[in-house]
């Protein structure tokens, strides 16, 4: 995780490849850097507040703002971003 982020902040999503976090980081418009992708949260929509990196088996989404990841990932998979 990122030198910022608190440690165990993240919420792993289980059912998605290692490449849903950079389909996911371009799905709500943000950029790729390396590991990582920051984006606008689409719960508190605060820009670049979101940050998506590539987990161990599934990509590992974090609110800087401190939204749920459930709730992240729920709206994602609603608005077709994430399966």
Do not use: Y
């Not at 992240?72 to 609603?78: D, E, N, P, T, V």
């Amino acid at each position: 995780m990122s030198e910022d982020l608190p440690a165990g902040s993240g919420f792993h999503v289980d059912s998605a490849p290692c490449v849903g976090a950079q389909a996911l980081t371009r799905n709500i418009g943000g950029t790729w850097h390396g590991r990582l992708g920051r984006c606008t949260c689409p719960v508190c929509e605060v820009p670049r507040a979101l940050i998506v990196e590539i987990g161990n088996r599934a990509p590992i989404v974090t609110c800087m703002k401190g939204c749920s990841g459930r709730t992240i990932i729920s709206i994602a998979r609603a608005r077709g971003w994430l399966r």
